[in-house]
């Protein structure tokens, strides 16, 4: 009995010194010119929430969901114009055709591993149908997109229930995400370190519109990371095709870009297409094995199931005005990968392979040796 409470002794005292340390210091990366939103992140889009579900189980379960809701009523009543971009197409993003021909999105968008996405479509559209106002509902385009985490996660033996995902869209609410080794970013590599969830925004000056546009990412990509065009994966001898890292390019990235901006499906293409500018930024390049997928969506306006009238009479933002949006979706979406990586920590899983964080003190060296440091958190 003694020898039981001193153990619960020591292990409490590890528990408050554990509990008693600071977080690593997260260097502030200033990306590029447009000011960042109040949150940086893609909930500065009025109305737009965010879930998790973690799932960390023993030494081999490292994966996770995480749902985004452009709003918080009926999405299969109420659709939101949409568009889709593919970077590189080895990857399985589900309800994709249906939202490049009808250019809306009808259910909220899930994230998670690559052998889950039956499990995660099932779970949208029982969560679909069972919303009150669907009981006539007999199709449902449910959106699933996924990357790959099976080298931190027992991927084979699916640990992603129907459960889990109706977890994460019922959590998913308005205000600061947690970033890093969360949800469907459990399992993530980036760049060779721990990617996860990220995310950012750019909230536009008032003579350009005053729109924001918010973005988050579930990163699982290689290349040669650059970060504020400082070559942190050649300084740190950390990258693709490097001796170090030969196989590690492959991998995947969801991109996810809101805006409340008055865009129809057409222009949210577009600027699909330059948040694929902002991941090129990162050093990112979109390998023969990548699944690189980018969803884009407008708050501004819904679409009615069940139209009122054969004509959809909607102020929309004419293309001279896009281009400031443009810039937008390429910086935060830019910041989204990097803050991924920043608040990612070190993860060891599946076969007890362990990724490491970037190193947040060889970083600021590198920042401040190329004059690009801004301080810490």
Request: net charge positive; glycine share 10%.
């Amino acid at each position: 009995m003694h020898k039981f409470l001193l153990v619960l002794f020591f292990a409490a005292l590890n528990f408050s010194s554990y509990c008693q340390q600071k977080n690593p210091a997260i260097p502030i990366i200033k990306v590029g010119v447009i000011p960042q939103g109040r949150l940086n992140a893609i909930t500065d889009v009025m109305g737009v929430k965010v879930g998790h579900t973690t799932i960390i189980e023993g030494n081999d379960v490292r994966t996770g969901v995480t749902a985004v809701l452009p709003h918080s009523g009926n999405l299969f009543q109420q659709k939101v114009p949409a568009a889709i971009f593919v970077g590189n197409g080895f990857g399985k993003l589900a309800g994709s055709t249906q939202v490049a021909e009808l250019g809306a999105i009808e259910s909220p968008i899930v994230l998670t591993n690559t052998l889950s996405v039956v499990t995660a479509m099932n779970a949208v559209i029982d969560y679909t149908l069972n919303q009150k106002g669907n009981e006539e509902v007999q199709s449902v385009n449910a959106i699933v997109g996924e990357t790959n985490d099976g080298w931190l996660n027992d991927i084979r033996n699916n640990h992603i229930t129907k459960e889990k995902v109706i977890q994460a869209i019922q959590s998913a609410d308005t205000g600061v995400i947690t970033q890093g080794s969360v949800g469907a970013g459990t399992g993530t590599v980036c760049f060779g370190f721990k990617g996860g969830i990220g995310t950012a925004s750019r909230k536009l000056p008032k003579n350009l519109g005053g729109y924001t546009v918010g973005v988050l990412v579930q990163t699982n990509f290689g290349g040669v990371l650059q970060i504020n065009g400082v070559p942190i994966g050649e300084e740190l001898k950390q990258f693709s095709f490097s001796d170090k890292l030969l196989n590690n390019v492959d991998g995947s990235c969801m991109i996810i870009v809101a805006t409340d901006a008055p865009l129809d499906s057409r222009n949210l293409e577009r600027l699909t297409k330059r948040a694929f500018m902002g991941m090129a930024k990162t050093g990112g390049i979109a390998s023969n094995g990548s699944g690189d997928y980018v969803i884009a969506f407008s708050t501004a306006y819904t679409i009615p199931n069940k139209p009122d009238s054969a004509v959809f009479n909607i102020p929309m933002l004419q293309n001279d005005f896009t281009s400031p949006l443009f810039m937008a979706t390429i910086e935060a979406t830019e910041q989204a990968i990097i803050n991924s990586l920043l608040y990612a920590t070190d993860v060891t899983g599946y076969k007890n392979h362990t990724i490491k964080a970037l190193p947040k003190d060889k970083l600021i060296q590198l920042l401040k040796k190329y004059n690009r440091y801004a301080g810490e958190k």
